[in-house]
């Protein structure tokens, strides 16, 4: 069975070489959902019976490892030096370097990677981080499955 959980949260980024309007300075209410595989808890009387995972929990680490960590910061590429000049200036501003420009499939990536193995410690290995959607706008989004990338 598959479970999943969303979680949403505001963020700034640019988009350095893009042609058009995404090289502006500009963020997005984004959208994630995590799909994550496992078997049913057949424990009698245990507190999750009948559940693959609480959503709870999974909505904890979501919230820990994405939510928390980007919400309301400005996502900027180590390469973007006319941000990362401000942001040397003004370093109380929130802000999280990334190596990579920072389009969805980019972020969507590196969402994968972090949260595959945040479910792979917590909760052992019946339970799989299968795919996630990520949104950048309301109609937009990426759709990132394991094995998608190295
Ligand atoms: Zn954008």
């Not at 400005?74 to 802000?95: G, I, Q, R, T």
């Given at each position: 069975?598959?479970?999943?959980?969303?979680?949403?949260?505001?963020?700034?980024?640019?988009?350095?070489?893009?042609?058009?309007?995404?090289?502006?300075?500009?963020?997005?209410?984004?959208?994630?959902?995590?799909?994550?595989?496992?078997?049913?808890?057949?424990?009698?009387?245990?507190?999750?019976?009948?559940?693959?995972?609480?959503?709870?929990?999974?909505?904890?680490?979501?919230?820990?490892?994405?939510?928390?960590?980007?919400?309301?910061?400005?996502?900027?590429?180590?390469?973007?030096?006319?941000?990362?000049?401000?942001?040397?200036?003004?370093?109380?501003?929130?802000?999280?370097?990334?190596?990579f420009?920072?389009?969805?499939e980019n972020l969507a990536a590196w969402i994968f990677k972090n949260l595959e193995s945040?479910?792979?410690?917590?909760?052992?290995?019946?339970?799989?981080l299968e795919e996630i959607?990520l949104?950048?706008?309301?109609?937009?989004?990426v759709v990132c499955k394991r094995g998608d990338i190295k």
């Amino acid at each position: 069975m598959i479970v999943s959980r969303q979680v949403e949260w505001d963020m700034g980024h640019r988009v350095m070489n893009h042609h058009s309007k995404c090289r502006n300075v500009h963020g997005h209410r984004y959208k994630l959902e995590a799909f994550l595989s496992g078997e049913l808890v057949t424990k009698e009387a245990d507190s999750s019976e009948g559940m693959v995972i609480d959503f709870g929990d999974v909505k904890s680490v979501l919230l820990e490892h994405v939510h928390d960590v980007l919400d309301h910061g400005f996502l900027v590429w180590e390469k973007d030096l006319m941000m990362m000049n401000f942001f040397k200036k003004n370093p109380d501003m929130k802000h999280i370097v990334v190596p990579f420009t920072s389009t969805a499939e980019n972020l969507a990536a590196w969402i994968f990677k972090n949260l595959e193995s945040q479910f792979n410690n917590l909760y052992g290995k019946n339970l799989r981080l299968e795919e996630i959607y990520l949104w950048e706008t309301p109609t937009s989004k990426v759709v990132c499955k394991r094995g998608d990338i190295k």
